[in-house]
T-cell receptor, first 114, second 115 residues
Framework: AQSVTQLGSHVSVSEGALVLLRCNYS??????LFWYVQYPNQGLQLLLK??????LVKGINGFEAEFKKSETSFHLTKPSAHMSDAAEYFC????????????FGAGTRLFVKA | ETGVTQSPTHLIKTRGQQVTLRCSSQ?????VSWYQQALGQGPQFIFQ???????GRGNFPPRFSGLQFPNYSSELNVNALELDDSALYLC??????????????FGAGSRLTVL
């Protein structure tokens, strides 16, 4: 069964510092992996997705994630945090052909300090 | 293109009552998924509808039911409400049912409070 574990329910960084949000997945078949962001009182928005075309995936707002099969990880990074990055981030996994549901992690809330 | 719209945005019910939540999918999308997001948690998959039929279901009891209409809009019905049903209910539409590359477009959600 597929699942996602996000390490750290809260992460705090200073503005301009590196952002690193950790995600490990479990899937019995090659997975599709996603990062979504949720701002207060809003639904989730797609940041980026991995679909096996390339292991390093670039998304919106300067975020990127690297798929590492040997570590079953899909960590999200951004070189320089901005105040507007403060939000809740969710890693998600979906199985390949025949899969019908996307499974989300518990989320990591990112705080950005001035 | 229009996004996903949900109604109502907030509602309060009492234990034992029934509730219906509505969702209009994004233009061009034919699949709707519903998620429950309790406070401080990630979204939990309830079910997905494709071509007006349930296409998959998560670990939710039968008192959670849904419909999809010919215009791809959808309803989520919850009977016999319990206190633990208090949550943000998210609707997401997509255009690739049955494939893992199913990118979801979410609405802003309906926040249900059960007293």
């Amino acid at each position: 069964a597929q699942s996602v574990t996000q390490l750290g329910s809260h992460v705090s960084v200073s503005e301009g510092a590196l952002v690193l949000l950790r995600c490990n997945y479990s899937s019995s078949v090659p997975p599709y992996l996603f990062w979504y962001v949720q701002y207060p009182n809003q639904g989730l928005q797609l940041l980026l997705k991995y679909t096996s075309a390339a292991t390093l995936v670039k998304g919106i707002n300067g975020f990127e994630a690297e798929f590492k099969k040997s570590e079953t990880s899909f960590h999200l990074t951004k070189p320089s945090a901005h105040m507007s990055d403060a939000a809740e981030y969710f890693c998600a996994v979906s199985e390949g052909t025949g899969g019908f549901k996307t499974i989300f992690g518990a989320g990591t809330r990112l705080f950005v300090k001035a | 293109e229009t996004g996903v719209t949900q109604s109502p945005t907030h509602l309060i019910k009492t234990r034992g009552q029934q509730v219906t939540l509505r969702c209009s999918s994004q233009s061009g999308h034919n699949t709707v998924s519903w998620y429950q997001q309790a406070l401080g948690q990630g979204p939990q998959f309830i079910f997905q509808y494709y071509r007006e039929e349930e296409n998959g279901r998560g670990n939710f009891p039968p008192r959670f039911s849904g419909l999809q209409f010919p215009n791809y809009s959808s309803e989520l019905n919850v009977n016999a409400l319990e206190l633990d049903d208090s949550a943000l209910y998210l609707c997401a539409s997509s255009s690739q049912a049955g494939t893992g590359a199913n990118v979801l477009t979410f609405g802003a959600g309906s926040r249900l409070t059960v007293l």
